[in-house]
């Protein structure tokens, strides 16, 4: 188990490694921030001396290490833009991220794992084929596009909720949803088809022939082993949800992390994107490692593996 | 062998399960007008090459059939209850209380995510309402009649933490624990090395005694037939096309595909080098010839074979086979035996 962990760990930090390589080096292929930011007429003395301001003269391998060593000691810059700590910036719109992907997260387990054991017991009736077309639609309609139609039918013609902004409980409840709704097919998905394949198995089987009611063989035998998949999925997803949640963020004007990404994109502001990219990475990450050790811990197979 | 009661613990007539495709379109007939009779604590071997209906029969008995299966008629007597009167609620008191059932593969048959004891006393919970703690003792007992060392330690151990053997063990273990009056295993050997079946055909037989249970065999290794059966069942194509007491057949076999079935025991003594094999392949269920099933691949078919499927000739009180050549050891021949023979002249 110790052995696990800390092979795991190795594999993350790797990971972690080379994502924010990448990143930074890719935004410096997005052009020069300082275009952005001065005005059209400025002179070349300017530019060179914003540039300098932000360190962007130095060599590249250079920039690379400041900015590892200071993201290793916490310190994430200034926003070229904003002229703030990034990480204060971050720290103010964290927590709506945070409340909008739980919110959703929610959603789609709720619709989700529900509907998926619905049609996985009752496969080619009328609950598999209702949940077949609900997994279509959330899969294949873009977020923008619930999104506006949402807006239209709660906000233009009902007047229930507010289109944009955050603030009250009201209005959390379409974007969640819109978020949701994508993560709810594909738990449903998930589940419908991990259900199936523990249900044909030879435990439940047997557990039907030592006559336990069909709910126990269901909810007992094989639903603790069917979601062993929607759970590492499920983990992985609210980690996504905070991070990807950049459209929906941008239709509903919610003010979380995505719109900080959107706003960084728009302004070259290489700080910002460089810290939400590998902030967001490195959640993502993190959770893919505590999923691997909480399935051992479900798992009783994998406790053993070392 | 167990003393021959004839009062009968379990009596199925003329019992049919067809697989019926979703358009109703093909029906295949995987157990077809079978009629048999076990007594308490007698053993029942079921014979028959793959796809013959033996494991559909088990299952049958069940009543714990695929979604696409359905018993279209026939009588199932057990204790005196007709199995197929009762509803599905009633019907889920007998498994696993009065008849057990085990499965082929014990890898696959334990669930991964619980711990032995939970699992081996999960009939004793739902059949007797028997508390976890109850249940968790009887369990450890269970392990220890199945020969399972050290016992209190495995109890809350894991299926992956047994070898193959073990898991067999405990799933007899689960098949016995609510003293059912009747256990049918389903090839419950076949993925075990040789040692170890023969350590799980003593146990069972040891258990046999020990609770009076019947016990309905199916394989297709004769070997364990022979070792441990006391009445035997040919299947073929969904029929049973010959049944009687073990010794009987083994001396007498009646039917031509009992016969091959016997010839394909491999000897020590046998020194031509190959093994015999019987020709041609099983019928498709589905489109079976209007005779005999058998008739296409049988050395001693006639002309009648092909054209009328022949009904359960009794060669004696307890010995029948469906074929137009079954010989009668009685006295008096039945009618139809005669008339066969005549036909074959």
Same mark, same amino acid.
């Given at each position: ?65 400041? $900015? ?114 994508? $993560? ?80 960084? *994109?728009? $302004? ?15 959640? *993502? *990450? ?11 811990? *479900? ?8 | ?17 067809h697989y019926?495709s979703?358009?109703?379109?093909r029906v295949v007939p995987a157990?077809e ?10 053993? !029942?071997?079921?014979?028959?090459e793959s796809g013959s209906g =033996? ?24 204790? @005196? ?15 696993? =209380? ?34 976890? =703690? ?9 392990? =220890? ?57 003593? !146990?069972?037989?040891? !258990? ?28 073929y194509a969904g029929?049973?096309?010959?049944? @009687? ?15 091959? !079935?016997? @010839? ?16 041609g392949q099983p019928p498709d269920l589905s489109s079976l010839p209007p005779?005999?099933a058998f008739a296409p691949r ?48």
């Amino acid at each position: 188990m110790k052995q696990y962990i800390i092979r795991r760990t190795g594999y993350s930090l790797l990971s972690l490694f080379l994502l924010s390589l990448t990143i930074f080096l890719f935004v410096r292929v997005t052009g020069d921030p300082t275009s952005l930011l001065l005005e059209p007429g400025a002179s070349l003395e300017d530019i060179a001396n914003l540039r300098r301001q932000f360190g962007l003269d130095q060599p590249l391998w250079l920039q690379y290490w400041l $900015f590892v060593k200071s993201f290793l000691t916490g310190d994430l810059g200034l926003s070229f833009y904003y002229r703030t700590p990034v990480l204060d910036l971050y720290f103010e719109r964290l927590p709506n991220s945070l409340l909008l992907a739980a919110v959703a997260m929610i959603l789609s387990l709720v619709i989700g794992i529900p509907s998926g054991v619905l049609a996985a017991v009752h496969v080619g009736g009328f609950w598999d084929n209702a949940g077949k077309i609900f997994t279509l639609l959330g899969l294949s309609l873009p977020s923008f596009f619930i999104g506006l139609v949402l807006i239209l039918i709660f906000t233009v013609y009902l007047g229930w909720l507010p289109s944009s902004g955050a603030g009250t409980a009201w209005h959390v409840v379409m974007p969640a949803f819109t978020l949701g709704w994508y $993560f709810a097919a594909a738990h449903m998905r998930l589940t419908r088809s991990s259900m199936l394949e523990v249900l044909g198995s030879e435990y439940v089987k047997l557990a039907r022939l030592k006559g336990l009611p069909e709910a126990m063989v269901v909810g007992k035998h094989a639903f603790k082993n069917a979601l062993i998949p929607v759970i590492t999925l499920a983990g992985i997803n609210l980690v996504v949800m905070i991070n990807v949640a950049v459209v929906v963020e941008t239709v509903f004007a919610w003010p979380g992390i995505g719109r900080l990404l959107y706003e960084g *994109i728009t $302004f070259r502001d290489f700080p910002i994107v460089q810290a939400v990219v590998v902030l967001g990475g490195s959640m *993502i *990450i993190l959770v893919n490692l505590l999923v691997d050790i909480l399935y051992a811990f *479900i798992d009783p197979r994998i406790r053993l593996e070392s | 062998m167990a003393a021959m009661s004839r009062e009968s613990l379990l009596s199925l007539e003329h019992l049919s399960a067809h697989y019926v495709s979703q358009q109703g379109a093909r029906v295949v007939p995987a157990v077809e007008d079978v009629t048999l009779r076990l007594g308490a604590g007698e053993t !029942l071997g079921i014979v028959g090459e793959s796809g013959s209906g =033996k494991s559909t029969l088990a299952l049958t008995i069940m009543r714990q059939l695929p979604p696409a299966a359905r018993i279209v008629s026939g009588r199932m007597m057990f204790e @005196g209850e007709n199995l197929l009167d009762k509803t599905d609620a009633e019907m889920r008191h007998v498994r696993g =209380k009065r008849i057990a059932m085990i499965l082929q593969d014990p890898m696959a048959s334990l669930n991964p995510l619980f711990s032995i004891g939970n699992q081996v006393g999960e009939p004793l919970r739902v059949h007797e309402g028997a508390s976890f =703690k109850l249940a968790w003792k009887r369990a450890i007992e269970l392990l =220890k009649s199945v020969r399972i060392a050290s016992p209190e330690t495995r109890v809350s151990q894991f299926p992956h933490e047994m070898s193959g053997g073990m898991r067999q063990r405990i799933v007899g273990a689960i098949g016995i624990s609510c003293e059912p009056r009747l256990l049918i295993a389903d090839e419950p050997t076949t993925s075990l090395d040789l040692t170890i079946q023969a350590q799980y055909l003593n !146990l069972l037989g040891d !258990l046999q005694r020990q609770y009076g249970l019947a016990l309905i065999f199916i394989t297709h290794n004769l070997g364990i037939v022979a070792k441990m059966c006391d009445l035997l069942a040919v299947m073929y194509a969904g029929r049973i096309v010959e049944q @009687g007491p073990v010794s009987r057949i083994f001396s007498a076999p009646a039917h031509p595909y009992t016969r091959a !079935l016997l @010839g394909s025991i491999p000897r020590m003594t046998d020194n031509r080098g190959r093994l015999t094999a019987i020709e041609g392949q099983p019928p498709d269920l589905s489109s079976l010839p209007p005779g005999c099933a058998f008739a296409p691949r049988c050395p001693a078919a006639i002309a009648r074979c092909r054209r009328e499927a022949p009904p359960e000739i009794a060669i004696d009180s307890d010995h029948t086979a469906r074929c137009w050549l079954a010989e009668s050891d009685s006295e008096a021949p039945p009618a139809i035996g005669a008339r066969a023979r005549s036909d074959g002249t």
